[in-house]
C-alpha cells in the first residue's frame, strides 16, 4: 500500500505544479502551495522508496492515516481554487486507493470522510459552480466505485484461492499433491520439532492395471486416498506423489506414532479391493531428527529403507 500511496500523492502533486502555470489557474498563496507541494514530494518519495515501512503498518493505522490526512487535502483544494479547485478531479485517486486496499467496513466511513473533504470549500461559504451538485454526483460515483472494486475484488480473491487449491490437489485422488507434500515438508522442518515422514507404495499395481485395465487401478488410488485420509490425523499432510506413490507428513510424531501411522496406513489398504483380493502395501517412515537432521539426509533414509523392502521381496 506505502509505495501505490507515494505513487498517487506524487501524481496529485505534479498535476498541481504543472497547473499552477496553466493560463487562468489561481496564483495566490504561494508561500502555502508551494510549502505544501514539497511536503507532499517528499512524503511521496519516501513512501515509494519504503523509508517509511508501510509494510509493517496495519490495516487500522493506514485508515487512520487518510483520516488524517483529510486536513492536507482540503489545503490543497483551498490553494488551488476552492469550489472551483483544478485538483478536484484528482480526488478520484484517493477514492480509488480506498475502495481497492480497504475492506468495506473500512472504505465506507472512509469515503464518508472522503466526500465530507471534496465539499469542504462549503464550510467556508465558497459554493462556486454548483459544489453542491458536483459533491452529490461524486458521492454517488464513490459508492458506485466500491462497490464495483469491492464485488470485483472478491471474485479475484476467489478465483485466486481456488488456483492455490488446484495448484496443490491431485486431481485424480484429492489429496495433496507433490507441491503440497514439498511445502509441508519444507514446514516441518523450519518449525524445527520432531516430525515423521512416510512412503507408502502400492505392491504389484502394474499388474492391476495390467489384469484389470485402468479404470480399476484408478479406483483402487481413489478408494486408498479416502481411507489413508480417514485413517490419518487431521493435522497431517497426506499426498500422492506419484502414479501409486504416496507420501505423509505428521508433524511432531515420533517414533511410537510413526510406527503406528505406519500400520494404519497398511490397515487401510486391506480395506481396498483390488480386483483379485485387498491391495498390499509397502510402508516405510523416518523421524526427524533421528533419521535426518536435514530434507536430502531424511528422504534418502525413506528411499533406502523402501528399496531394501522391494529388493528383499524380489530375492524371495
Known amino acids: ?98 475502495a481497492y486496499f480497504f475492506p468495506l467496513r473500512y472504505a465506507v466511513p472512509l469515503g464518508a470522510v472522503e466526500i465530507l473533504t471534496y465539499a469542504s470549500p462549503l464550510l467556508a461559504g465558497d459554493q462556486g459552480h454548483m459544489l453542491v451538485h458536483r459533491t452529490i454526483s461524486y458521492a454517488v460515483a464513490y459508492v458506485g466505485l466500491v462497490a464495483t472494486i469491492q464485488f470485483l475484488k472478491r471474485r479475484l480473491v476467489a478465483a485466486e484461492r481456488h488456483q492455490h487449491r488446484i495448484a496443490r490437489v491431485d486431481p485424480l485422488t484429492g489429496l495433496a499433491n507433490r507441491r503440497a507434500f514439498d511445502e509441508a515438508l519444507d514446514a516441518a522442518f523450519a518449525d524445527d520439532r520432531t516430525f515423521t515422514a512416510a512412503l507408502v507404495d502400492i505392491d504389484y499395481f502394474k499388474q492391476i492395471n495390467d489384469r484389470f485395465g485402468h479404470t480399476t487401478g484408478d479406483r483402487v488410488l481413489r478408494e486408498l486416498a479416502a481411507h489413508a485420509s480417514a485413517a490419518v490425523r487431521s493435522g497431517d499432510c497426506l499426498a500422492r506423489i506419484g502414479g501409486d506413490e504416496f507420501a505423509l507428513v505428521a508433524p511432531g510424531a515420533g517414533a511410537e506414532t510413526a510406527e503406528r501411522l505406519s500400520e494404519t496406513l497398511r490397515a487401510a489398504g486391506l480395506r481396498v479391493d483390488a480386483g483379485d483380493g485387498p491391495v498390499s502395501l509397502t510402508v516405510v517412515a523416518a523421524v526427524h531428527p533421528t533419521d535426518g537432521e536435514d530434507r ?21
Request: charged share 15%; aromatic share 8%.
Open 1 to 98: 500500500m506505502g509505495p501505490v500511496s507515494g505513487l498517487l500523492w506524487l501524481a496529485a502533486t505534479v498535476v498541481a505544479v504543472v497547473c499552477r502555470f496553466v493560463p487562468g489557474a489561481p496564483d495566490g498563496h504561494d508561500a502555502l502551495f508551494w510549502g505544501l507541494a514539497g511536503f507532499t514530494a517528499a512524503y511521496s518519495v519516501a513512501c515509494i522508496t519504503r523509508l517509511i515501512p508501510w509494510h509493517r503498518v496495519s490495516i487500522e493505522g493506514h485508515a487512520i492515516t487518510v483520516v488524517a490526512c483529510q486536513p492536507l487535502v482540503a489545503t490543497a483544494l483551498y490553494v488551488t481554487g476552492g469550489a472551483d479547485a483544478y485538483l478536484g478531479p484528482v480526488l478520484v485517486l484517493p477514492m480509488l486507493y480506498v
Open 296 to 316: 536430502a539426509t531424511l528422504l534418502r533414509a525413506l528411499d533406502r529403507r523402501l528399496h531394501d523392502i522391494k529388493d528383499a521381496r524380489a530375492s524371495r
